[in-house]
């Protein structure tokens, strides 16, 4: 199984060199910072950009709970990172790196665990919006292969963590279940929500 | 340190990072905010008539604002030297996102002042479909002040 990591981790960042443009814009998308901000700026839309006051609050709900499943699938990733720690793959191979050398545990990524998190919470309230955010998930997760951070085991753990969070949060919905509500509620009183 | 930079914090001399990710988020913000609002119909929440116009505004700002930020300097540090840690990139995207919010309900509020003058009876977000944000900010509280009793029944219910 673990050669298999290996194998496909060598395959897909074998690429890296073949289009030399293709590796530039990789290094921008994979960063730390774009893939976050594009996940965080459809929470934002799906806040505003409702059509009636039910469909409003019915994705103002699943955006809270989109960021409670975040919260708690990085919650997970930490737990694990203090149970298990697992080497770059450029610790132990010969990678083409397009990215700084970060000195935490491969596996989980947490990347994944809060991308797929967001994506699926979105997914949950709004199937279009979803289905193009896990897209952006999944290319955000092979590009962290391409780039010679993770192996790909490590995103598919991650992932299955933030899809668990997700779950886990709206499994617990049952029990906080009016106070999302009224949050939206309060928020309605400032013209936020 | 690595030119100059702080070392895994925020407020140390001179993170040009942060910076350069705080004024992106804000420009891009105020971009994404306007493509909502033109999508939601938040009318008071647009800075221009023209349909065309706002989404055109919505969908350069944020494209021009990542442009910008990857291609004026290496963003794929180590927040050991002097990138962010991911506390810090969200505390920053908030950040970004506030100060856009702001500008955007100001700047609305003040043109779209002559333009919208008959808002609906509506709350919350909606009102902004007919309204400016500071009008209607004024008519919930003045309202909540006046009838707080009989509106917050409804707040512990379903």
Not at chain 2, 73 to 89: E, P, W
């Amino acid at each position: 199984m673990a050669n298999l990591d290996e194998a496909i981790f060598l395959r897909i960042n074998g690429w890296v060199g073949t289009i030399p443009a293709l590796d530039h814009l990789a290094g921008w998308l994979v960063s730390d910072y774009l893939a976050s901000a594009v996940l965080g700026f459809s929470l934002v839309v799906l806040w505003l950009a409702g059509g009636d006051d039910k469909t409003r609050m019915r994705r103002q709900v699943g955006v809270l709970m989109a960021l409670v499943g975040m919260a708690l699938a990085s919650w997970l990733v930490f737990v694990s990172n203090g149970l298990f720690f697992r080497d770059r793959p450029f610790i132990d191979l010969d990678v083409n790196l397009l990215f700084y050398r970060p000195t935490d545990s491969s596996m989980p990524a947490n990347s994944a665990a809060a991308f797929f998190g967001l994506a699926s919470a979105i997914w949950w309230v709004h199937r279009r919006a979803g289905m193009a955010l896990l897209a952006v998930a999944g290319l955000h997760a092979f590009l962290r292969v391409y780039t010679g951070v993770h192996y790909p085991s490590d995103l598919v753990v991650g992932a299955l963590i933030g899809v668990v969070g997700v779950a886990s949060a709206y499994r617990l919905k049952g029990l906080i279940d009016p106070l999302p509500a009224m949050a939206v509620k309060a928020a309605r009183i400032l013209c936020l929500a | 340190m690595a030119n100059g930079q702080s070392v895994g914090c925020i407020h140390g001399p001179m993170n040009t990072n942060a910076i350069d990710y705080y004024i992106a988020v804000t420009v891009s913000a105020v971009g994404v905010l306007q493509l909502a609002a033109s999508f939601g119909g938040l009318r008071g929440l647009l800075f221009l008539t023209s349909p065309l116009a706002t989404r055109l505004i919505g969908l350069i700002l944020p494209l021009a604002s990542v442009v910008w930020f990857f291609a004026t300097g290496t963003r794929n540090i180590s927040d050991h030297l002097g990138g962010l840690n991911s506390n810090q990139v969200a505390l920053l995207f908030f950040l970004g996102n506030l100060t856009a919010w702001v500008l955007t309900v100001t700047v609305t509020s003040i043109v779209n002042s002559g333009r919208l003058t008959d808002p609906q009876q509506a709350v919350g977000l909606s009102r902004l479909r007919s309204d400016t944000f500071y009008r209607a900010l004024r008519h919930s509280i003045r309202r909540w002040t006046r009838e707080w009793r009989t509106l917050t029944k409804p707040y512990f219910s379903e």
